[in-house]
């Protein structure tokens, strides 16, 4: 994980994997952790990582991206390495207000690794690319 986040939301991530390594589960004061920093996406988001909505994405050069079924049904695309997720709520409650860190999706993302619980998919450089693009047709 890059270095964008605030510190205390990257060691919390980060107590979160060792302790689920260690015991396949979070602990309480993690979880209230969790609430206190990410607010209302925290709850949905374990809600997804609980239902395996994550998935993903990589290619054979290595790119990557993450696909979240949504709890709408629907399909966004999330970049870990920008904290950057397709989904209106992102585009409104973290970039225009400034009231979340991170949406839902993108939670369900750091908390599916550091969980070890992503699917995994792999596509060929075309299907990625399609998968991008198709996410800039819907928005144009």
Known sequence: MDSTLPAVAEELLKEIKKA???TSQVPDDLLLGLKF???PSAVPALDLVDQRSVTRVK???GRTAYQVLGSSGKLYTCY???HFC???AFGFAVLQKSESLLCKH???VYLSQA???CQELTVSEEQ???ILLAEEEEEG
Do not use: K, N, V, Y
Request: hydrophobic share 40%.
């Open 20 to 22: 689920f390594q260690e």
């Open 37 to 39: 920093i990410f607010g």
């Open 59 to 61: 290619s054979p050069s």
């Open 80 to 82: 870990s390495s920008c």
């Open 86 to 88: 397709t989904c209106p």
């Open 106 to 108: 993108i939670l369900a």
């Open 115 to 117: 969980m070890g619980a």
């Open 128 to 130: 990625l690319t399609s």
